[in-house]
């Protein structure tokens, strides 16, 4: 399941990496061609201003100076032109004069006549007669030509004296050099979708199940949670439905052998109850909605509580319970809550401990905390573990735990709560020595 969603998280990115990459890439193609346009535009146009005052006297009419010696010869160009030679030269100089983007400028006269010629190159194709044309009508045009796969931009444009279209300027620049950025961004877009292609589904794939990996985590965590409750559930059903049976199957049963039957069936119904609430404070705090009712509480007070409350529980188990808890030790927290976890530790210590063994309760006051811990001189618990104890349903020693009664839960409880207030849970233990659990509590409130 989480393969798949992995899998279609990454087709997803690499659907959205490529699509952002190809906007970007073709609206800054297109803003860049726009403005590379204008900005040639402009420049042409204040040349072609710059070349009608430079021919400015020869637009009257007639043959001009301003027509370069060498070109004047092939401004009516033959087109039946033999010099293969001459051609071929010509043609390089055509060609190296629009790869330069060297500005290109001819002159004409309000008859069409060519007046003047800034190169005295014959570039293929220019001037542009019907342009020359429109601009003698005085219409401005700016047009793109290709030439042998060169783009030259043209600009035409009437040149106007009092009122009057007296000629017409057509300028042209080859546009090579101001394309190689263009190039060069279609290339890098290009380039990026094709890299992009390549590495947006493994590395899509790579980090989506890398994220997908504590959901994954907490998902197994629950399912084992819930099989394991469900297990923990069916010991206690068992029993009952197999105590019902007998009591019903078994007419010849004394009152007092049937009245003990239904007491056990009571207790099991008892445990399943206790178990049941133990599974709801975990679902609960796993969703961060343990309800605290937080006061000002003196964990001195709470300890005692607890210890009184176990007295008899201690005499009984042969263990002798003491009490360390003289100065008030004040923290803010639920009273409930806390008491819960140091029954908990409490009960622990007294199941762990064999007779005659001692169970300490502590409450002491720490730099920024307030303290309860529960010190014991039991059968203590392995390095392995201790970091797995406040696990759900852990038990270290697996059969003496069942024959307490624990479900591995009580620590976690223990644990939630506390964590509920910003504290912690610390553990030290030593197998066949003894442990101590210790809770610990902020003394401001958060
Ligand atoms: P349980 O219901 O089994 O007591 P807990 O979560 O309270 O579950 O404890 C988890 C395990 O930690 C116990 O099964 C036991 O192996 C170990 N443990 C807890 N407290 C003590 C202690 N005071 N001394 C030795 N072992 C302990």
Redesign the pocket.
Known sequence: MFRAVSRRLALLNAIVVLAVLATVGTATYFYLSQRIETEIDDELASRATAFAQLWATDFSGGASSAVTGERSSNAQRSPERDEDDHHDEEDDRAEELIRSGDTIAYGFSGDGQLIGDLRGIAVPGLPIQNSIETALSGKTTSETIEVDGDQIRVFSTPVIDEGEVIGAVQVGMGLGPSLEMLTFIRRATFGGLFLGAILALPSGLFLATRSMRPIRHAFERQQAFVADASHELRTPLTLIRAEAEYLQQTPSLTHAERRDGEQRIVDEVDSMTSLVGNLLLLARSDGSSVPLDKEPLDLSAVAAVAADRFEELAKVRGVSLMLAAGETVTVYADRRAIEQALN??I???L???PTGGTVEVTARRTPGAGELS?R?T????ESK?LDR??ERF????KA??RA?????????I?KSLVTAHGGNVRVE?RPGE??M?TISLPTRSS
Do not use: H, M, W
């Open positions: 908990v530790l009960d622990n210590a199941s762990y401990t529960v014991d039991g059968i203590g618990i573990d104890i406040f852990y038990r270290a020693d003496r735990s307490t009664g624990g479900a591995g839960l009580g620590l976690s223990a233990s003894g442990s659990f």
